[in-house]
C-alpha cells in the first residue's frame, strides 16, 4: 500500500514540474526577409545572425536590422563567424569579407577569385583573417592582418 501511494505521489509531482517546450516558427509570412537562408549563428548577446540571399540580417527577437555595405558585390551572405570579442565576421559568394563595426558592415578584403564552392575563411586570435580558395590542381591560403 505504501509503494503505490509513493509512486502516485511521485508521477503527480514530476508531472506538476513537466514543461512544454516553448518556440516559434519566424519565416517571410511573419518578418524574416527572405526564405532562402545559408546560415544561422546566435552571439554572446543573443542576437541571431542571419546570413542569407539578400543580405546579414541581425535578429533581436522582435524585429530584424539589415547590415549592407556600398562596395558589396553580392547581397548573399554564405558564411558568418563569430570572433572570441564576439565580432560578427562573414563573406559573400563574391569572395569579398566583411566585419560588423559601430553597428555597420565594413569591406576587410576582395577576392580577386570568385568562388561560390568554396567559402571558407578562418579568424584567430591576432584577428589574421584567413580566406581559402579553391583553386583548379591547388589549394590557395591567403591571409591579411587586420
Known sequence: MRLGIFVLLILCVGRLFAQHPNF???NDENGLPVNEVY???QDKKGFIWIGCDIG??????????VYKNDKQNGRSISSIQIDDQDQIWC???TGQNFIVRDDSLHLLYSSSIKNTSHNNFIVDKKKVLGSLMEIPLKMCFKMVRL
Open 56 to 65: 546579414l540580417f541581425r535578429y533581436d527577437g522582435f524585429k530584424f536590422k
Open 91 to 93: 563573406r559573400n559568394f
Open 39 to 41: 546560415q544561422v549563428i
Open 24 to 26: 516559434y516558427s519566424i
